[in-house]
């Protein structure tokens, strides 16, 4: 089983970028997913949660609305739709998945699987 995170890069406050995941080895749209980011500073903090109990989505506060979340089914991917970005969005993103009904998706105790992670600078 592979996660492969992708889409990091630089980009200017009020850019935005599509960070992906792809998946070998497990299928994406059966597995409950998350979408964590870490910094020096503040450490893992979670982004994103589609819950594998019964796909309902969630967003943390500091990214609802600017931040989207979808699915391809055909690529086994998913995907990560950042705008209106800002320098505090500045980590290294990670995507994990679950194959655990858990109650609460933000919690990343619960993920089995993991990316690489990929960098997302805001900076001008």
């Known amino acids: 089983v592979q996660l492969q995170a992708s889409g990091g890069g630089l980009v200017q406050p009020g850019g935005s970028l599509r960070l992906s995941c792809t998946a070998s080895g497990l299928p994406l749209d059966s597995h409950g997913i998350g979408w964590f980011r870490h910094t020096p500073k503040k450490g893992r903090e979670w982004v994103f949660c589609r819950s594998r109990m019964n796909r309902a989505t969630f967003y943390a506060d500091s990214v609802k609305g600017r931040f989207t979340f979808s699915g391809d089914n055909a690529k086994n991917s998913v995907y990560l739709q950042m705008n209106s970005l800002e320098p505090e969005d500045t980590a290294v993103y990670y995507c994990?998945?679950?194959?655990?009904?858990?109650?609460?998706?933000?919690?990343?105790?619960?993920?089995?699987?993991w990316g690489q992670g990929t960098q997302v600078t805001v900076s001008s």
């Open positions: 994990a998945a679950t194959s655990r009904r858990a109650r609460d998706c933000s919690d990343d105790d619960v993920y089995e699987y």
